[in-house]
């Protein structure tokens, strides 16, 4: 069983920038391939990011680019999201996700979620 913490959220003023952190408590964290999703309120949550096992492989979702970099430290078994320049629109809960091995971006891929981080951005 894996369980995943995510923090870092909070209140930001629209141009300022967090970094996100997906803890994980298992020793093999290094196996799991890790995505980040969020859900705005009144919508379906949506893939953002993912990272493969290594950290070689990255994928974001069209309105992450540019401004959102996934990043992962195994010897913390750590995976983190910074996020730049961000607008009232990237208001919503954040999650972390984790699978055994394969990156993907649909969320059915992944075995294991956190309880999510609120990211709220004022204009």
């Known amino acids: 069983q894996v369980q995943l913490v995510e923090s870092g959220g909070g209140l930001v003023q629209a141009g300022g920038s967090l970094r996100l952190s997906c803890a994980a408590s298992?020793?093999?964290?290094?196996?799991?391939?890790v995505g980040w999703f969020r859900q705005a309120p009144g919508r379906e949550r949506e893939f953002v990011a993912y990272i493969s096992t290594g950290g070689t492989f990255t994928q974001y979702a069209d309105s992450a680019k540019g401004r959102f970099t996934i990043s992962r430290d195994n010897a913390k078994n750590t995976v983190f999201l910074q996020i730049q320049s961000l607008k009232p629109e990237d208001t919503a809960v954040y999650y972390c996700a984790a699978n055994w091995g394969a990156i993907a971006t649909a969320e059915s891929a992944y075995d294991y979620w956190g309880q999510g981080t609120q990211v709220t951005v004022s204009s």
């Open positions: 298992v020793r093999t964290f290094s196996s799991y391939a």
